[in-house]
Each structure stands twice: as C-alpha cells, then as structure tokens.
Nanobody, 115 residues
Framework: QVQLVESGGGLVQPGGSLRLSCAASGFTLSTYNMRWYRQAPGKERELVAGITSTGDTNYADSLKGRFTISRDNAKNAMFLQMNSLKPEDTAVYYC?????????WGQGTQVTVSS
C-alpha cells in the first residue's frame, strides 16, 4: 500500500499562486530525500526542486525565488509553494521519494497557468 499522492493542482491565472501537496502512505517519508518534477507536453521531465531528509533544499536555477519546497514529517507530506506563476509553468507536477535502495513516484497533478 505504498503511495504518493499529489494534490493542489488546477487552473490559475498568470501571476497567481498554488500550493501543491504530496502525501505519503504506507511508508515513513522522513527518511527519504524528496523531489518535485514537472513535465510539459513534448518536453522532458525536469527537476523542479528537492529537499533532503535533513531539510536541505535545492532548486532549478530558473525557478529559484518563485518556488519553495518544504516538508512536514509529522504529516508525512511535502509541499511546493508556487508563486508568480507563468504560462511556461504549465505542466504535470510529480513528487518523488528517494532512498538508497528504492524510490516512489506519485501519479502527478496538472497545473495550468492561463488567463
């Protein structure tokens, strides 16, 4: 019953904000490095941001300053705060949990930025 489930996507106007959630079940997220990826139609899946098990964060250079990744181990979840959204942010956003011997993908949540 190991699962990662993304939520919080939807349609938002340019300049708006969304907060994506990634909820884990069937395993304890606290020991995993977590990442957000996104994939737009016709493009490769790209790394958006990551947060280690100890809370260290990193971001794609082009997104630094607009997106913030965080985790709440008590809730067994991680989050992506997305501000100042642009049409080019439109994509399916996926969360990924990584450990030395295993990894899990969520099913993704659609983010559409359009006026």
């Amino acid at each position: 019953q190991v699962q990662l489930v993304e939520s919080g996507g939807g349609l938002v106007q340019p300049g708006g904000s969304l907060r994506l959630s990634c909820a884990a079940s069937g395993f304890t997220l606290s020991t995993y490095n977590m990442r957000w990826y996104r994939q737009a139609p016709g493009k490769e899946r790209e790394l958006v941001a990551g947060i280690t098990s100890t809370g260290d964060t990193n971001y794609a250079d082009s997104l630094k300053g607009r997106f913030t990744i965080s985790r709440d181990n008590a809730k067994n979840a991680m989050f992506l705060q997305m501000n100042s959204l642009k049409p080019e942010d439109t994509a399916v956003y996926y969360c990924r949990a990584e450990a030395s011997r295993r990894y899990y993908w969520g099913q993704g949540t659609q983010v559409t930025v359009s006026s």
